[in-house]
Structure formats: structure tokens, C-alpha cells
Nanobody
């Protein structure tokens, strides 16, 4: 089992920045791709960004150029730096961690963008 603990969500004004973190613990052997997804009320969960074990990144079209995903393998943590936040970025953000055998999801952290 892999346990994921997310942190860093909160309230931010439009144009502001937030940094999300997702720390993995437990049976971390075999972790491959890590990513962030988000889900707004009434909408399906969507990919925000992902990063492979080799560092290759992929971003959703709506966040390209504003968000940056990174990972610290020594600390088993993946980060999402979010800048130039817009009201439409408001959602619950979920960390997803894949291993060779299955995927794991974090509990979610709320990001609210409002003035």
C-alpha cells in the first residue's frame, strides 16, 4: 500500500500562486508516474499535470504555461506550482501516484480562487 498526503491548498486571489505537495509513504517501491488531477463541482475529474519517473511532463491545455509539476524522488514528494490562478482553476485537486501494480489517489485538497 502507498499512502498519499496532500497539502498546500487554500484560498488565493485571482492572479495569485499556490504550491501543492503530495508526499508518498509506505510501499513506495515501484512508483512510476505521478500526477495531479482536479474536479470542480458538476464536472468530471481532469488531468492537470503528470510527471514520469524520468521527469517527462504532461499538462492539461488549460494550465500550460501557468502550472509546473516537479518531483523530489528522494523525499517521495510531487509538487504542483500554480501561478496566475484563475477562478476557473477552483476545484478539489487530487494527487495520483501510479505503481507497477495499481494507482493510488490522495484525499484531495481544495483550491479556491476568489477575490
Amino acid at each position: 500500500q502507498v499512502q498519499l498526503v496532500e497539502s498546500g491548498g487554500g484560498l488565493v486571489q485571482p492572479g495569485g500562486s499556490l504550491r501543492l505537495s503530495c508526499a508518498a509513504s509506505g510501499n513506495i517501491f515501484g512508483i512510476t508516474t505521478r500526477g495531479w488531477y482536479r474536479q470542480a463541482p458538476g464536472k468530471p475529474r481532469e488531468l492537470v499535470a503528470s510527471i514520469t519517473s524520468g521527469g517527462r511532463t504532461n499538462y492539461g491545455d488549460s494550465v500550460k504555461g501557468r502550472f509546473t509539476i516537479s518531483r523530489d524522488n528522494a523525499k517521495n514528494t510531487v509538487f504542483l506550482q500554480m501561478s496566475s490562478l484563475k477562478p476557473e482553476d477552483m476545484a478539489v485537486y487530487y494527487c495520483k501516484t501510479s505503481t507497477y501494480w495499481r494507482d493510488y489517489w490522495g484525499q484531495g485538497t481544495q483550491v479556491t480562487v476568489s477575490s
